[in-house]
């Protein structure tokens, strides 16, 4: 049986993937930062919840200690958008430094964290998104966020170059403008559609494809 890990899975995307992988047969240990939310109503003996925040080294910790055996798949997922703010006068310079730690860094710690429970073949998949491409960006806005996920972009491609060695591959995804929290009721995808999109992705990676940078559908992005 084939284990996983998904941040920040109490709702959202991350809960849609944890539905997912249960019924793809394989044991996912599932992060919340404070409440269950939607892992609350999953009935599953292969789901194991575990309390963690990407900021707080201690609880990853605790998360790679329970974890039992290999990982397969480590899903960086859990991540924050910033005050969208609309102009340079408004950005919080504070609350960008929260969304760099919890963006950027906070899938980096993890990885290392559970680095030694990684083994050849297993894959690894941060969520990042369209807003991360410079060649993309066309409008200010959003300033701590789009480069919170560049910042993630260079941080995995770094990374891939030195797990190549070691058989583990990264893949660097846009999940789609989805209708979550985050992605607000205007999103034409529903999180069921992109995950379904996401699913393929991971199922076709491989080493040779390690690095690459694409959306839900497989479509190649522009860095
Ligand atoms: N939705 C979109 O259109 C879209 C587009 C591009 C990329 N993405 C990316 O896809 C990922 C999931 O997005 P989503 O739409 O599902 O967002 P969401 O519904 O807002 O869910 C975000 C998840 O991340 C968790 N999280 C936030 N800060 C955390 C922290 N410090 N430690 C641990 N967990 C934390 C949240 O936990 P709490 O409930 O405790 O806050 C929640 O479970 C994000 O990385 C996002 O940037 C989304």
Same mark, same amino acid.
């Given at each position: 049986?084939?284990?996983?890990?998904?941040?920040?899975?109490?709702?959202?995307?991350?809960?849609? /993937?944890?539905?997912k992988?249960?019924?793809?047969?394989?044991?996912?240990?599932?992060?919340?930062?404070?409440?269950?939310?939607? /892992?609350?109503?999953?009935?599953?003996?292969?789901?194991?919840?575990? !309390?963690?925040?990407?900021?707080?080294?201690?609880?990853?910790i605790? #998360?790679?200690?329970?974890i039992?055996?290999n990982?397969? #798949?480590?899903?960086?997922?859990?991540?924050?958008?910033?005050?969208?703010?609309?102009?340079?006068?408004?950005?919080?310079?504070?609350?960008?430094?929260?969304?760099?730690?919890?963006?950027?860094?906070g899938?980096?710690?993890?990885?290392?964290? %559970? #680095?030694? !429970? %990684?083994?050849?073949?297993?894959?690894?998949?941060?969520?990042?998104?369209?807003? =991360?491409?410079?060649?993309?960006?066309?409008?200010?806005?959003?300033?701590?966020?789009? +480069?919170?996920?560049? +910042?993630?972009n260079?941080?995995?491609?770094?990374? !891939?170059?030195?797990?190549? +060695?070691?058989?583990?591959?990264?893949?660097?995804?846009?999940?789609?403008?989805?209708?979550?929290?985050?992605?607000?009721?205007?999103?034409?995808?529903s999180? =069921?559609e992109?995950?379904?999109?996401?699913?393929?992705?991971?199922?076709?990676?491989?080493?040779?494809?390690? =690095?690459?940078?694409?959306?839900?559908?497989?479509?190649?992005?522009?860095?």
């Open positions: 049986m084939k284990t996983a890990v998904v941040t920040g899975a109490n709702r959202g995307i991350g809960l849609g /993937l944890t539905k992988l249960l019924e793809s047969g394989y044991v996912v240990h599932s992060t919340f930062r404070s409440s269950l939310g939607g /892992l609350s109503a999953i009935e599953n003996d292969n789901l194991k919840t575990h !309390k963690m925040d990407v900021r707080d080294e201690n609880s990853i605790t #998360l790679s200690e329970s039992e055996g990982i397969d #798949l480590l899903i960086n997922n859990a991540g924050v958008a910033d005050g969208r703010w609309q102009s340079i006068s408004e950005i919080d310079f504070d609350h960008s430094l929260e969304v760099f730690h919890i963006n950027s860094l899938p980096i710690l993890i990885t290392q964290k %559970l #680095l030694h !429970k %990684l083994k050849y073949g297993s894959k690894i998949l941060m969520m990042s998104s369209l807003m =991360g491409s410079i060649s993309d960006c066309r409008s200010g806005k959003s300033y701590a966020y789009r +480069a919170s996920k560049t +910042a993630l260079m941080l995995s491609i770094a990374m !891939k170059n030195e797990l190549d +060695a070691a058989g583990i591959s990264i893949m660097i995804i846009h999940p789609g403008w989805v209708e979550t929290d985050m992605g607000g009721p205007n999103a034409p995808l999180v =069921g992109s995950i379904d999109g996401i699913m393929d992705r991971i199922v076709e990676q491989n080493l040779g494809l390690s =690095g690459r940078y694409v959306e839900y559908d497989g479509s190649h992005i522009e860095w």
